[in-house]
């Protein structure tokens, strides 16, 4: 559970009456997002409030009334997306920076530029993203903030959205020092192992990751593996 002082308000207004619950604010994007999370894991207090700064819980026969249950989990869902989202000023500039830094490091990630075939470096995302004034939503879903950062970011650099495909070949004392990297960039499509005793794998990454990955596997090998781009 968070604590007090990091939570966030989420506040709706129903059937007359203002029903509040105090939350982590990480939860707010995994609703946004769709995902199933137990919400009662991420509030700070296990209880819907007319007034939550003060203390003031709901009442019991208020909360059935507008909501049907007494599901704390059930209520606080439907107050979060039917509701809004009340920040101090210092929770929303920490809420922003955390975003933002969420937003670049998706498009470095998944992202290269078409004519070099490379990921652009985050520092010059960000600064690109901040020539086109783009505004973050410390509220809005990372996905959706995507979409709207590359619209803006395609008259000022060349990048393109997508995936890579890499052929990896790493020798037998190698493989299991590198499959933790293996699993974590990417989804091994073929593997097999060839008559030398070599480990050969095509994997399926974000088109950002490959020089990290590069680099990871060759610092874990001492150069000895094998990387090839495919497309």
Known sequence: MVNLENAVVARLEAHGDTFEVLLDPVVIDFI???KDVNLVDYMAVEDVFSNARKGTKSAEDKLKNAFGTDDIGKIAEKIITKGEIQVTAEQRKSMLYAKKRKIVAYIATNTINPQTRLPHPPTRIELALEECKFR???IKSVDKQVKEALRLLEPLLPIKLGRSKIAIKLKYDDYG??????KQFGTVEKEEWSA???WVGILD???GVIVDLT???NNKTRGRADIKLIS
């Open 196 to 198: 030398d005793g070599s």
């Open 136 to 138: 973050v939503d410390p």
């Open 32 to 34: 946004k997002q769709g």
């Open 215 to 217: 680099t990871r596997l």
């Open 177 to 182: 020092k590198c499959y933790d990297e293996l």
């Open 205 to 207: 990454v974000p088109a």
